[in-house]
């Protein structure tokens, strides 16, 4: 089985900056893409940023300069640097993966519980 866990959410003042992790483990043969998400009270779930095997990135034009992802491909890490924090991104952040669990092309998709972010003075 494959887990995603993520850390480093918590409670930050406007403007404040916070890393999210995501570790992902069990029996991962290949992960092509990991993406951050986030879902605020009574709204749809939103994507944050992607980023492929090969370090390509993808933001929504909203969060562009703000938010950073990142990735360490041996350690199955993704990471979420978050700066000038407003408190509109306030929200739960999830992590998700596409990943192969053996030779087979066939792709899985995988979500970690969620890590809550909440930028207030």
């Known amino acids: 089985q494959v887990q995603l866990v993520e850390s480093g959410g918590g409670l930050v003042q406007p403007g404040g900056s916070l890393r999210l992790s995501c570790a992902a483990s069990?029996?991962?043969?290949?992960?092509?893409?990991m993406d951050w998400y986030r879902q605020a009270p009574g709204k749809e779930r939103e994507l944050v940023a992607s980023i492929t095997s090969s370090n390509k990135t993808n933001y929504p034009d909203s969060l562009k300069g703000r938010f950073t992802i990142s990735r360490h491909n041996a350690k199955n890490t993704v990471y979420l640097q978050m700066n000038s924090l407003e408190p509109a991104d306030t929200a739960v952040y999830y992590c998700?993966?596409?990943?192969?669990?053996?030779?087979?092309?066939?792709?899985?998709?995988?979500w970690g519980q969620g890590t809550q972010v909440t930028v207030s003075s």
């Open positions: 069990g029996s991962i043969f290949s992960i092509s893409v």
């Open positions: 998700h993966a596409v990943l192969r669990i053996d030779w087979s092309t066939r792709e899985y998709s995988f």
